[in-house]
């Protein structure tokens, strides 16, 4: 049996009367890219936020490098080498892309960015190779401000790649992004898991990019897994298109 990075068990959350999220099990092993996908309300971002620790569950188990997890805030689970990225921007718009990313690496190793001279001399060259996967090399000395909102996007998820993570979270990196600028994000995440092998878990709701990158996609409807396979296996499946078709017609 390959070895699981994460592992969920009957994982459940309820606000009031509303079910967001409801035992859902799934297993993650090691360099796998997998997605989670479903319509609007399916309780995507519930799991997320449940897995990065930003709400404890109301029932169920997470195991996450065979230690038992559930319930950690997200900063110990940060240490423990779970990365995720933020839907809201995160960067600092007055400081260079170098800069940003010596940032998170400082921040990392727990050291304080005191603005002497030194400290910009700190981590140039593991920042300048995360700066490489993203092809924005020639735009490092560029104030975060002068970003595109893709080039920004996908700088997010460097950055999340200076905890050196086991497994990295992405919530939806391609939502607000124009249509020119989604390959390039797609790319970015596919370099992450097949150059670096680092295990992903995307959650994501345009199916087009997921079944672009992932390797096993589980679906979600109303909190609940109701499919989960290849993508071949996820396109043919007659439950999933029916979820899909009713969501279109709602639209
Ligand atoms: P998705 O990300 O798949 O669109 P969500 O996890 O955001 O789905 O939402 C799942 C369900 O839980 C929805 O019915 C939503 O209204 C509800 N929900 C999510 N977050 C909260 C919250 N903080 N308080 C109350 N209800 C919530
Ligand atoms: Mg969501």
């Excluded at 700190?122 to 000395?141: F, Q, S, T």
């Excluded at 893709?150 to 939502?175: F, I, K």
Aim: proline share 4%; net charge neutral; hydrophobic share 45%.
């Amino acid at each position: 049996m390959s070895q699981m990075v994460l592992t969920v068990e009957k994982l459940a959350r309820s606000f009031g009367g509303v079910q967001a999220v409801k035992d859902v099990s799934l297993s993650v092993s090691t360099g796998q890219l997998r997605a989670v996908i479903g319509p609007n309300g399916a309780g995507k971002s519930t799991l997320f936020n449940l897995l990065t620790g930003l709400m404890p569950p109301s029932a169920g188990r997470i195991v996450f490098q065979g230690k038992d997890v559930t319930g950690l805030p997200a900063h110990t689970l940060c240490r423990l080498g779970l990365g995720r990225t933020f839907q809201i921007n995160s960067i600092f718009v007055n400081a260079t892309v170098l800069e940003n990313v010596q940032l998170a690496l400082l921040s990392h190793h727990r050291k304080i960015w005191n603005m002497s001279a030194t400290a910009g001399k700190l981590y140039v060259r593991e920042a300048e190779e995360l700066l490489a996967m993203l092809d924005l090399v020639g735009k490092a000395g560029k104030l975060g401000s002068t970003l595109s909102y893709g080039d920004r996007r996908r700088l997010e998820v460097v950055l999340a790649l200076a905890c050196e993570p086991q497994l990295l979270l992405l919530d939806e990196p391609t939502a607000g992004m124009s249509l020119p600028d989604k390959p390039g994000m797609v790319a970015l995440i596919r370099k992450i898991a097949r150059e670096k092998g680092v295990t992903t878990i995307l959650v994501e709701h345009d199916m087009d990019m997921v079944f672009a990158v992932a390797d096993q996609i589980t679906v979600m409807h109303q909190g609940s897994v109701v499919a989960e396979g290849t993508p071949q296996e996820i396109r043919a499946n007659a439950r999933v298109q029916e979820i899909y078709l009713g969501e279109e017609h709602r639209a």
